[in-house]
């Protein structure tokens, strides 16, 4: 695909995380929108089934097998994009981060309530201080990062017991704040999305203002809307695809 009245015609996008179901999704919707996409993660198997889905529908997909948590790695693959590629204009961590939800606060270990703020603030860290050295070096870019909107929502109902959850999507939302205000001069953009849910309509409409839960469809062309040079203007702030849940 390589439409030139698409979105991303002509744009290298790197997808961490696209062997999930939120990962694979916005692969697809990159790819209908004219990406050609880098797809890594832990799993071989779930990343070759995206590309596979990808190439099927007529785009390109490549697949790298890498931890999101192992700075090495990332700063390799990132350069390998580059140099095949010509260049890295978007990045996206969609990495999963252990989150543990459903037991109290006050009856929740320790390891289980850091275990989504570590791991999502080193993931996070790791794959857009690779991506943003390479885009400040060419003048462009977009990275993005994905939350709950938990960190500026807070549930308090005995029914959501979030765990880590908020403190992590905080700790994700003002670090790419902070990177917005360092790499837009030179020309990148940073961005999160909101949803929440997913797996879940039924609990999830009620709580929504539209009435009904957000779909993998909704967050998946926000994404691709987002990362685009129709949304040029758009830096260091929240793209709320909750469906109203995090309002």
């Not at 939120?22 to 832990?42: D, T």
């Not at 837009?184 to 797996?199: F, K, Q, S, Y």
Request: hydrophobic share 45%.
């Amino acid at each position: 695909m390589n439409n030139t009245n698409t979105l991303l015609s002509g744009k290298n996008a790197i997808i961490y995380g696209a062997g999930g179901r939120i990962g694979g999704a916005i692969a697809r919707a990159f790819a209908r929108e004219g990406a050609a996409l880098f797809l890594a993660g832990r799993t071989r198997r779930t990343l070759e089934e995206t590309a596979g889905v990808v190439e099927a529908e007529g785009g390109t997909a490549h697949v790298t097998v890498l931890d999101a948590l192992d700075e090495q790695a990332v700063g390799d693959h990132v350069r390998q994009v580059a140099e095949q590629a010509g260049g890295v204009d978007v990045s996206i961590n969609l990495v999963t981060r252990g989150d543990v939800q459903g037991v109290p606060l006050l009856d929740m270990a320790v390891d289980d309530f850091m275990a989504p703020i570590g791991t999502g603030a080193r993931a996070n860290f790791i794959t857009a201080r690779a991506a943003a050295r390479r885009m400040t070096a060419q003048g462009s870019g977009v990275i993005m990062m994905l939350t709950s909107g938990s960190g500026a929502v807070p549930k308090p109902s005995p029914d959501f017991r979030m765990g880590g959850t908020g403190p992590a999507d905080a700790a994700v939302e003002s670090f790419m704040r902070y990177l917005a205000a360092e790499a837009g001069p030179r020309g990148v953009r940073v961005l999160g999305l909101w949803t929440a849910g997913i797996p879940y309509p039924e609990m999830m409409a009620p709580l929504s203002l539209l009435g009904r839960g957000p779909t993998l469809d909704q967050i998946a062309d926000a994404a691709a809307f987002l990362a685009s040079d129709r949304a040029s203007g758009t830096t260091a702030t929240i793209f709320n695809a909750s469906s109203g849940v995090c309002a």
